[in-house]
């Protein structure tokens, strides 16, 4: 559909009561990405080429938000002042519309988890000759959702239930809300659309009765109920996470990633991870995390922002903040913590330590308790260590700092100044050792006790 032109409509005025959130509905995040973002990406993936977005509620910041996630790509925006129906949101847009498009894909920003596939199901029925595609979806109990009535295999009306007769009520075929209208009518059914209805408002699911009413066709295409999914409070919210996280699992593993317990493991809507990777139980994966093949990522392991080459070891217990690089084979084991920092080829801290702002060279070991002090209040500072030092248990690195390539830095140590290649530094005061003082002081301090 390369050679067909699309706008996508992106409606994301509602005000979303239900959350009981100052944030807008539509900026309430879905592993890690605002769902207004999940919707803008199965637009951009179902080859939508112009966007825009209508807004209201929270308009300012949802633009924000909006242009953040575009990147500089364009978009227009449209703000609907009052709140009068689905269809009077899409009649917001009408300048972006009257551009003429093939295709117009009508989308919620409230139903995070559309599958670019199935609008681009919807974008073929239009090139085969359809005027409208409604996206439906097969529901065991459909108690609250509107029917979608169809005669000799056309799509002739969207039925409210309250407005079903008893015969519509029995039908089980949904309506998923989203919508593709071929542009060349697109103005005129809308226009068409009224507000006769008890609340006053002007509904885009009206567009069908009168798109049939006039021989248009119509046509439902039939989504899995996932697609249709609308976010209106905190419960739906997990709801989405859950079921999101339970189709991404099924693509890690089947993609060659094993997961121990994968009910237990959270990715973001950016992880990447190699095949003949082993994920443990109870890992969390932050947005911006790159994971390469045949890495170990062991129980209770927290990422974000960073990247952990092939062979790696990570955990258990370990925590990557943004900026960590962990190379090919090292190894950051329990209880310890990388920030901003690059861990070369075969380099190892097995435990208990932090490693911030630093460069730690190629088959460095760091032994338990080491600190890189990279902070004095004011501002961040590095540290670099060459490839071969050995770091004692219990040192203290204060940068900026650089300590050789082949150094040797003792257990205790505080390091301030620079150590040269093959050095051993010592940085702590010489042992004193008094006889029978500390039974003095113990019996001092007791004498002092209440």
Request: glycine fraction near 12%; charge should be negative.
């Given at each position: 559909m390369s050679d067909r032109s699309c706008l996508a409509i992106i409606l994301a005025a509602g005000e979303g009561t239900r959350m009981k959130s100052a944030l807008p509905k539509v900026l309430h995040k879905i592993a890690g990405l605002e769902m207004l973002g999940h919707v803008m990406q199965a637009a951009a993936q179902a080859g939508a080429q112009a966007l825009a977005l209508v807004v209201g509620h929270g308009a300012q910041m949802v633009r924000a938000t909006a242009e953040q996630l575009l990147g500089g790509r364009h978009a227009e925006f449209f703000v609907q002042e009052r709140q009068l129906g689905t269809a009077h949101a899409v009649r917001a847009a009408r300048a972006a519309i009257?551009?003429?498009?093939?295709?117009?894909?009508?989308?919620?920003a409230d139903t995070p988890l559309l599958d670019a596939r199935m609008l681009a199901s919807m974008r073929a029925a239009l090139a085969e000759g359809a005027d409208i595609a409604v996206m439906g979806f097969h529901a065991a109990d459909p108690t609250g959702y509107g029917r979608l009535v169809e005669r000799d295999g056309a799509l002739v009306a969207i039925r409210e239930e309250?407005?079903?007769?008893?015969?519509?009520?029995?039908?089980?075929?949904?309506?998923?809300?989203?919508?593709?209208?071929?542009?060349?009518?697109?103005?005129?059914?809308?226009?068409?659309?009224?507000?006769?209805n008890a609340k006053g408002e002007y509904y885009l699911t009206d567009i069908v009765q009168i798109a049939a009413a006039r021989g248009l066709t119509v046509r439902a295409v039939e989504a899995a109920f996932e697609n249709a999914l609308g976010v209106n409070n905190r419960a739906q919210l997990a709801e989405a996470e859950a079921m999101w996280q339970a189709r991404r699992r099924r693509e890690a593993m089947l993609s060659g990633v094993t997961l121990i317990a994968p009910e237990t493991v959270f990715f973001s809507h950016d992880t990447q991870v190699g095949p003949d990777t082993v994920v443990e139980p109870h890992v969390w994966f932050g947005p911006g995390v790159k994971i390469g093949n045949d890495v170990r990522i062991r129980a209770f392991s927290h990422l974000e922002g960073a990247r952990v080459e092939s062979g790696a070891e990570i955990g258990p217990f370990a925590r990557l903040r943004p900026g960590a690089e962990i190379m090919e084979k090292a190894k950051i084991g329990n209880f310890c913590e990388v920030k901003k920092a690059r861990i070369?080829?075969?380099?190892?801290?097995?435990?208990?330590?932090?490693?911030?702002?630093a460069v730690v060279g190629a088959g460095v070991n760091i032994g338990a308790g080491t600190i890189t002090c990279n902070y004095d209040g004011f501002g961040k500072y590095v540290t670099e260590i060459g490839p071969g030092a050995f770091i004692g248990t219990n040192s203290s690195l204060v940068a900026p700092l650089r300590v050789g390539a082949g150094a040797y830095i003792a257990s205790g140590s505080v390091i301030t100044?620079?150590?040269?290649?093959?050095?051993?530094?010592?940085?702590?005061?010489?042992?004193?050792?008094?006889?029978?003082?500390?039974?003095?002081l113990r019996d001092k301090l007791a004498a002092r006790k209440p």
């Open positions: 009257e551009r003429g498009y093939d295709d117009l894909l009508v989308l919620f309250k407005d079903c007769s008893p015969e519509e009520r029995r039908i089980t075929y949904c309506n998923g809300g989203t919508m593709a209208i071929a542009g060349r009518h697109a103005l005129a059914l809308l226009d068409a659309i009224g507000n006769e070369e080829t075969g380099a190892k801290m097995p435990h208990l330590s932090y490693v911030g702002d100044h620079d150590v040269p290649d093959d050095a051993l530094a010592f940085g702590r005061a010489r042992q004193t050792t008094r006889e029978g003082r500390g039974k003095l």
